[in-house]
Antibody, heavy 119, light 111 residues
Framework: QVQLVQSGAEVKKPGSSVKVSCKAS????????VSWVRQAPEQGLEWMGGIVPLFGSATYSKKFQGRVTITTDESTGTVYMEVSSLRSEDTAVYYC????????????WGQGTRVTVSS | QSALTQPASVSGSPGQSITISCIGT?????????VSWYQQYSGKAPKLMIFAVSNRPSGVSSRFSGSKSGNTASLTISGLQAEDEADYYCSSYASSNPPYVFGTGTKVTVL
């Protein structure tokens, strides 16, 4: 059964950075993209950016452009997302999800990584 | 790009049918047949229930159905069951950045 497995919870200080990983099993990144979606406490879902591991180029929501970096390590089937200059508003659960182009949907989700930003 | 508009809550009795609306614009919901619906239990990851407006992934109950008219998409749950109690989010592909926009979310309560 294909799965996306994310790294564990993180607690960070304001102004620091966090790097979250998302590892695929079953080769599910072939020709597929991976997006990152976050959910602040008691809030809705928000698309942050995505990457197609086969091609290596990432796209970002303009809200996060310049502060979020998405990369991939094809040798291990892992996608990473780094958020810099963390602030308290970045406290959220971060999900990776497999993105199927046309129909532009997210059919497989990771379990989520809770990131807490607190001084 | 603003979030798509959903009712905050919808409730129904077991066996009844309920419908959740998702209102967008011609730049997202109205412009593409790429509306998805996700079910999310508290503390869990979202699960895809409907894609491309009205298609169900393998394993999703036929009690869930989707439709679209103009800038409004809808999710209908028929034969409501206790296990349907969860939050539901719509999503659409969009013509501008960000290319994906989510709805505000709807809490479904089974009375």
């Amino acid at each position: 059964q294909v799965q996306l497995v994310q790294s564990g919870a993180e607690v960070k200080k304001p102004g620091s950075s966090v790097k979250v990983s998302c590892k695929a099993s079953g080769g599910i990144f072939i020709n597929s993209g991976v997006s990152w979606v976050r959910q602040a406490p008691e809030q809705g879902l928000e698309w942050m950016g995505g990457i197609v591991p086969l091609f290596g180029s990432a796209t970002y929501s303009k809200k996060f452009q310049g502060r979020v970096t998405i990369t991939t390590d094809e040798s291990t089937g892992t996608v990473y997302m780094e958020v810099s200059s963390l602030r308290s508003e970045d406290t959220a659960v971060y999900y990776c999800a497999r993105e199927e182009e046309a129909p532009y949907t997210f059919d497989i989700w990771g379990q989520g990584t809770r990131v807490t930003v607190s001084s | 790009q603003s979030a798509l508009t959903q009712p905050a809550s919808v409730s129904g009795s077991p066996g009844q049918s309920i419908t959740i609306s998702c209102i967008g614009t011609s730049s997202d919901v109205g412009g593409y047949n790429y509306v998805s619906w996700y079910q999310q239990y508290s503390g869990k990851a979202p699960k895809l229930m409907i894609f491309a407006v009205s298609n169900r992934p393998s394993g999703v109950s036929s009690r869930f159905s989707g439709s679209k008219s103009g800038n409004t998409a809808s999710l209908t749950i028929s034969g409501l069951q206790a296990e349907d109690e969860a939050d539901y989010y719509c999503s659409s592909y969009a013509s501008s950045n960000p290319p994906y926009v989510f709805g505000t979310g709807t809490k479904v309560t089974v009375l």
